[in-house]
């Protein structure tokens, strides 16, 4: 992994030195990745006279004797990526969606641990009996009665009258607020 950083942005950060514990530096493209991935922590480059690392620990502050500080990725909290009228639609606490597959492999747990923890999940009702999705939408209402879930629906050109009651079993089942 190669670091390149402009002489620009450096003097951003002139007399400021990084202080924490070595061992929380990266210098290996895996463990610079890992760390990068960790989104919600402002990650620090640092210059050990050695090498360029990077972390995610630690503190800068105004000094001299300690690493060097070069730049920075700014904390970038979940709850701010992605569509923001997508979470004021669903009520989500973030842009994220999981779930619809079908044969209820998207199952009433998943879609209630997503929606607890401000996910939408959806429950996989493609190919399953209308007896099964009702079950479904029953626990995932009892469970999150402000939402956020959601229930996919296949085209079932095969068998419509089943296409036909989970339109209406599904229907019947509003979301939250609508």
Avoid: C
Avoid at 56 to 84: C, H, Q, R, S, Y
Avoid at 127 to 141: L, P, Q
């Amino acid at each position: 992994m190669q670091v390149s950083i402009s002489s620009k942005n450096a003097s951003l950060f002139t007399g400021m030195v990084w202080r924490g514990e070595k061992n929380d530096i990266h210098f290996t493209g895996n463990n610079i990745q890992r760390a990068l991935l960790q989104v919600e922590k402002t990650g620090w480059i640092v210059d050990d006279q050695v090498n360029i690392g990077f972390t995610v620990a630690g503190n800068i502050m105004p000094g001299t004797g300690a690493l060097k500080v070069l730049g920075f990725a700014p904390a970038v909290p979940m709850e701010t990526l992605g569509d923001e009228n997508f979470r004021k639609t669903y009520r989500t606490r973030y842009a994220y969606y999981a779930g619809a597959m079908a044969n209820g492999i998207s199952s009433e747990n998943l879609v209630i641990s997503l929606g607890k923890k401000g996910f939408m999940g959806s429950f996989g009702a493609g190919g399953v009996t209308s007896e099964r999705v009702e079950t479904a939408i029953s626990i995932i209402k009892e469970a999150l009665p402000e939402g956020p879930y959601a229930f996919n629906l296949l085209n079932s050109p095969n068998d419509p009258e089943l296409e036909q009651k989970l339109v209406e079993l599904i229907s019947k089942a509003p979301y939250p607020g609508d």
